[in-house]
């Protein structure tokens, strides 16, 4: 019988597994600007439950690359930005992080979610770049993460989605 283990994994693998921890980091910088910025409670649990998310699949993400021996990044959206991975899908410019950090009450309750809808879809996007790549995702422990990443941020989109429709 094979493990996991005996399926081997590509450099695609590991440079999405790396770019996917920055990409989460991001993440969880636009979920601390939520209670400073709005008392909405819709907006406080969907936070709550993105920052608890991917603080888990961070740590997934680095108990992979430790295992596997590679380099695992700071798991800071600065770090990803100062490097080649700024062009990741979905990251939001510097100017939109000022621009939501800037922003209060039913202003960023609207940027908050059209910019994680954007950071979402990147992230899916970032999936079916490792889907189409040559041998990605095949060692099952990736493919798992892989599919439940595509599969909770497009849940996730929905709901937002929803939000931005009741605020209309």
Known sequence: MMTAREIPYTDADVHFMQGMIGHHAQALDMTALIADRTNRQDLALL?????????????????WLRDRGEDIPEATALHMMSGHVAAMPGMLSPEQMTQLTASGGDEFYRLWLEFMIQHHQGAI??????????????????FKFADAVEEDQSMEIQRMQQMLARLR
């Not at 439950?49 to 997934?60: D, G, M, T, V, Y």
């Not at 996007?125 to 095949?138: C, I, N, P, R, Y």
């Open 125 to 142: 996007t970032m999936v079916g770049e490792l889907l189409s790549s040559e041998g990605g995702a095949q060692e099952t422990d990736i």
């Open 47 to 63: 936070g709550q439950r993105i920052e608890i998310s991917q603080r888990a699949e961070i740590e997934l993400m680095q108990k």
